[in-house]
Nanobody
Framework: QVQLVESGGGLVQAGGSLRLTCAAS????????IGWFRQDAGKERECVAV????????YYADSIKGRFTISRDNANNAVYLQMTVLKPEDTAVYYC?????????????????WGVGTQLTVSS
């Protein structure tokens, strides 16, 4: 089964940019749709972006649309989340997740494999 590891989180000022990386091992990332989720303390884990296996289809949550871009590099077994114009409300632990299905989905329960997350803190 595929293992996922997120990296790239940290502390950034509001208005700044950051790129998160989801690296896969133990499997071929091109076999999976990949989603980025986030969860802040006391809140539900929410889907922010999804990319299809080929990269041809994407989904973005309204809260980040126009600011975040999801992309993938199947040759390097990685998926990225480029985040710009960051806001304090973007502060959360960010997780990447993989699902085997063709259709991209934002529902948390649709995903089979999860990373352990990376913390993003946006200061005002």
């Amino acid at each position: 089964q595929v293992q996922l590891v997120e990296s790239g989180g940290g502390l950034v000022q509001a208005g700044g940019s950051l790129r998160l990386t989801c690296a896969a091992s133990g499997g071929t990332i091109s076999s999976y749709s990949i989603g980025w989720f986030r969860q802040d303390a006391g809140k539900e884990r929410e889907c922010v972006a999804v990319v299809s296996r080929s990269g041809g289809n994407t989904y973005y949550a309204d809260s980040i649309k126009g600011r975040f871009t999801i992309s993938r590099d199947n040759a390097n077994n990685a998926v990225y989340l480029q985040m710009t114009v960051l806001k304090p409300e973007d502060t959360a632990v960010y997780y990447c997740a993989a699902r085997s299905g063709v259709v991209i989905m934002s529902r948390r329960s649709a995903y089979d494999y999860w990373g352990v997350g990376t913390q993003l803190t946006v200061s005002s």
